[in-house]
């Protein structure tokens, strides 16, 4: 249990690092958008653009919002970043109790199961998304040529089976806590 | 559930005190005490072993089988 409780403190230490350098890509979205004001472009020399990243599944709908004059980055790549940032979250809290000895008690488990249920969670809002995306910007008059995108790749599919195996292990650890419940009132 | 454990009978009997039993068991009073409870899941062989020689009877003395119908009853 000792050697648990070491490890998840590393980990927790990692994972914070980790959230540290998401919370720094996500409030590099804005200073991204001030640096492509065409007004303020000659205030500042900084280009941080780039640190915010548009995953794949989505790319080409980035080049789409790109060509319609529209920020992909902030539009795209902030959910990703805040996605991510509560995985994050979530598993710092997880490892958290583990850090604390409760292996089997019911906290951790339900942890288990809210990080399985938003990563089973996130394919759903990957194909989700940019259709409601492109109905705002229609109805907002954003534009009218933006077409109505959905794509299935690979990382939804992995994100699926993540999910389910997480899903899979919360089972496991029920069967373990009421193992452990067991073996607590064994005289 | 259909198991009773009769413990304080047991130890009424022989006049003896829960504490007194747990040291001579080699288990913990507040363990002896959720057994004598009933809110043990198990009894160890090993457990069962040591209350009897230190009680001087046999488990059926401790254990008894309750239907679930007189229970309900």
Redesign the interface.
Known sequence: MQKIQKVSGIIRTLILFLIALRVVFIFSVPVSVYNQSPALSNKTEVNIEYLVDVQSSWKGYATMLDNEQLNSQLILGLPEQLFILVIYCLLWRLFGFYQQGQVFSAEPINQLRIIAGCILLWPVITIIYPILTTLLLRFSGASDSLPIYVSIGTSEITNLITGLIVYVISWIMLEAQKVNEEQELTI | MAIVIELDVMLAKRKMKLNDLAEAVG?TPQ??S??KSG??????FS?LDAICKTLECSPGDILLYQSDDKDKQ
Do not use: F, Q, S, Y
């Open positions: 288990i363990n002896l959720v057994l809110r043990a899941k198990a009894v160890r457990t």
